[in-house]
């Protein structure tokens, strides 16, 4: 360890935290999680993360890796290990104005991205948070407010620099390493750390943003109504559904539709959102033409001691009428967890099923249940969250790596289907054999 450590000082620009620092404090917390490693590592370079893993590996320690933090596992911190934190690394810079090619660093957040781009009249299709992480995000997926028009954040991605275990850097894309390209678009941080991404960006105007609720007793033909719409609406409108939310009523709050329509004109825009104001009774609409940029929200740190216990599910086009049918009913009881549902396809579904390591390309809908509270009111509600995903079962596949909050074999199942799972192991035994990068929704390497 002292030597290692030796080396490490020698070799590292950057900051190095460690307990008892005025700063250690918040620098070993993640969003949604506490910890106390014994080194928390803050990069400035490319070169500085290269020292760091080998400092890790040398060490024998775990290895935690943060972007934004977002994590609802907790991956981003640990205890007793090495925590990365890519902040310094927040570059985004265009490197080919006639392709839109954007170069962003593995430690940005999507705000820092929006708030460069917006300006340049570009936009990327990401997430809806501002704080959150571009790597986390990206690497597993990416279901933002032009998702059924421009795909997942990981669609966007046409090269990457990695450092994998070795401390060495790697360059990929679909011709440079193309099974680690293959495999950083979908595997999460299993296979190194992403220092730059290549995201070919989009020429963007504002976009028709806002939400439109409708009254709890009209949820089950709302819900109906809004997925049989989605089927036919154009690729321009993304929308997600949310209802049964504690914060605003529990079973008696408002349906909420928000919509995101990407196109020309408040005409096309009216054509395109006006049947979902004609799926009930209209409580609030606030749709309005706003820059993309500020469709993004701020992300909230949970108070101490509050937990989060996210799952998350696919559904396939024929199984969405029995989906519903549940989700609707237990909205409508009481106590009721959280409930998100997100339209998919469009461009999503265009990418063939092997062309990366994100499985899930023929779901119509991907829905989130949430329970938040202190640790004995979360514990308290889990039998009847699991008695409501006993009934979810037979309809549903997947999940979502981006909105779980636990990491069992039976998640990693979930997330990677057989097939991909085999050939992801694959990929880690080459590149991360004897998988110092764990701290995630971990595929081991292949034997």
Do not use: C
Not at 15 to 33: L, M
Not at 119 to 135: C, H, Q
Not at 204 to 219: K, L, N, Q, R, W
Not at 249 to 278: K, N, T
């Amino acid at each position: 360890m002292n030597s290692a450590l030796e080396t490490l000082r020698r070799d590292f620009d950057g900051d190095i935290i460690e307990p008892g620092a005025p700063e250690y404090e918040s620098a070993s917390r993640a969003v949604f999680a506490s910890g106390s490693p014994a080194y928390v590592l803050r990069p400035r370079s490319v070169s500085d993360v290269q020292a760091d893993v080998r400092f890790a590996a040398a060490a024998g320690l775990a290895l935690s890796v943060r972007g934004g933090g977002h994590g609802f596992p907790g991956f981003s911190t640990n205890d007793g290990g090495v925590v990365i934190d890519l902040g310094g690394l927040s570059g985004v810079e265009v490197v080919d104005r006639e392709r839109h090619v954007v170069r962003i660093g593995g430690g940005a957040t999507w705000g820092q991205v929006a708030a460069i781009l917006s300006p340049l009249g570009l936009a990327i299709s990401s997430g809806d948070t501002k704080s959150v992480g571009v790597g986390g995000l990206t690497l597993t997926g990416g279901i933002g407010w032009k998702v059924r028009k421009h795909g997942l954040a990981l669609d966007n991605v046409v090269a990457a620099e990695v450092v994998i275990a070795g401390g060495e850097v790697v360059r990929t894309s679909a011709t440079e390493n193309p099974e680690l390209f293959w495999a950083i678009r979908g595997g999460g941080g299993n296979l190194g750390i992403v220092t730059a991404f290549d995201f070919v960006a989009h020429p963007t105007t504002d976009v028709y943003f806002g939400t439109i609720a409708f009254p709890a007793s009209e949820a089950p033909a709302v819900l109906r109504g809004w997925a049989d719409y989605l089927r036919t609406a154009p690729e321009e409108l993304t929308s997600t559904l949310g209802f049964a939310n504690p914060f605003t009523g529990g079973s008696e709050a408002p349906v909420e539709i928000q919509v995101a329509f990407d196109g020309d004109g408040p005409l096309l825009a009216a054509e395109a959102i006006d049947p979902i104001r004609r799926l009930g009774t209209v409580l609030s609409d606030d749709v309005e033409l706003k820059p993309y940029a500020d469709t993004l929200v701020d992300g909230a740190t949970p108070p101490p001691g509050i937990r989060f216990v996210a799952r998350s599910a696919f559904v396939d086009s024929e199984a969405v009428p029995a989906v519903l049918r549940i989700l609707a009913e237990v909205g409508a009881s009481e106590p009721s967890p959280f409930i998100s549902i997100r339209s998919v396809g469009g461009a999503v579904s265009r990418v063939p099923d092997d062309a990366t390591a994100f499985a899930h390309r023929r779901a119509e809908l991907m829905f989130v249940t949430t329970i938040a509270g202190p640790e004995p009111v979360v514990d308290a509600g889990r039998p009847a969250l699991q008695a409501i995903w006993a009934r979810l079962a037979p309809h549903v596949s997947g999940a979502y790596a981006n909105f779980l909050a636990s990491a069992t074999a039976e998640d990693v199942a979930a997330i990677y289907p057989a097939e991909t799972y085999r050939r992801l192991a694959a990929v880690k035994r080459r590149y991360d054999p004897a998988n110092l990068f764990a701290g995630n929704h971990n595929v081991p390497p292949a034997d």
